[in-house]
């Protein structure tokens, strides 16, 4: 079955220091997503493309955060500086077009990176 | 702006009983609803989904119920096995966009 890859699986950084994850979505899938899940709290979307290009970027903290998806398949977020309320799971999800079609647009995530910002 | 809440922050069921969990929203117009669960270090993982036109929508042991008039969505597991035990996420859905409630811990009891 087709999955949505994620790296690293488990990152601890200090204050300060930059961090990155990478997203590899389910192939053919257009549309990704970056989440962030705080302990407690439900998958919060910090930002979606569609294909390369940036369609809700809103709730993404830009002058810490950013993210690309250069050719409009993998994607990378970075957290520069990461700052201790950083620390919580990163989800990467995918869609393709035909679920949403469908009518209900179902998300498959990968397992998350977990980060722990000291 | 799109709410959905979850109130109850964790059920204990009994294993073979019916675990209910319940989801309420503000708004439902041409939308849709999902319910989503979520083992520890994983990702969530779609269970089953509702349009906001439809009542009931049903897959195995998992059932969906949409009050329309309440505004509440809850999902029906019958009968509850071990393997349920995760946190679950209701969520709303309006085009390609997903807003998540803050989830319910789910606990069977052998």
């Known amino acids: 079955e087709a999955e949505v890859a994620q790296s690293p699986r488990y990152k601890i950084t200090e204050k300060s220091q930059a961090v990155a994850f990478w997203c590899d979505p389910i192939?053919?899938?257009?549309?990704l997503y970056w989440y962030r899940q705080i302990l407690g709290q439900g998958p919060e979307l910090l930002v979606q493309?569609?294909?390369?290009?940036?369609?809700?970027d809103s709730q993404l903290p830009k002058d810490r955060f950013s993210a690309e998806r250069l050719k409009g398949v993998d994607s990378t977020l970075k957290i520069q500086p990461a700052e201790l309320g950083d620390s919580a799971m990163y989800l990467c999800a995918s869609s393709s077009r035909e679920t949403v079609l469908s009518g209900a647009n179902v998300l498959t995530f990968g397992a998350g990176s977990r980060l722990t910002v000291l | 702006d799109q709410q959905v809440k979850q109130n109850s922050p964790s059920l204990s069921v009994q294993e073979g009983r019916i675990s209910i969990l319940n989801c309420d929203y503000t708004?439902?117009?041409?939308?849709?609803f999902l319910w989503y669960k979520k083992y520890p270090a994983e990702g969530p993982t779609f269970l089953i989904s509702?349009?906001?036109?439809?009542d009931k929508n049903e897959d195995g042991r998992f059932t969906v119920f949409l009050n329309k008039s309440a505004k509440h969505l809850s999902l029906h597991i019958v009968p509850s096995q071990p393997g349920d035990s995760a946190v679950y996420f209701c969520a709303h859905g309006r085009y390609e966009k997903l807003t998540f409630g803050t989830g319910t811990r789910l606990t069977i009891i052998p």
């Open positions: 192939s053919g899938h257009a549309t």
């Open positions: 708004n439902s117009m041409f939308d849709y």
């Open positions: 509702i349009s906001s036109i439809k």
């Open positions: 493309f569609q294909d390369e290009s940036v369609v809700d």
